[in-house]
């Protein structure tokens, strides 16, 4: 999809198209369009990366939804501490 929406995708359709306001192609102008894309072992690096991003955010999420919960048991403890005098 990205590759659409690129300014390279878009020079390509400006050049090959006659119209001037809005590019349009056939179907065979649009296969002729060469895609680029990374090597495989690039390509699995960037999963391998996105994977661990994707684990760590995980995490802090639990972590978050953990931290909210003690927030919440804390806020009736201190509203009580407050009402008792003893802050």
Not at 43 to 61: D, F, H, M, S
Request: aromatic share 10%; charged share 20%.
């Amino acid at each position: 999809m990205w590759s659409f929406v690129a300014d390279s995708f878009s020079d390509y359709a400006n050049k090959i198209s006659g119209r001037t306001r809005m590019p349009k192609l056939n179907r065979k102008q649009l296969f002729g369009f060469a895609l680029s894309h990374p090597e495989l072992n690039v390509q699995q690096a960037i999963v391998a990366y996105l994977e661990k991003l994707r684990t760590r955010a995980g995490t802090l999420g639990a972590l978050y939804a953990m931290t909210l919960a003690e927030l919440d048991c804390l806020l009736p403890s201190i509203l009580d501490m407050a009402f008792k005098g003893e802050l």
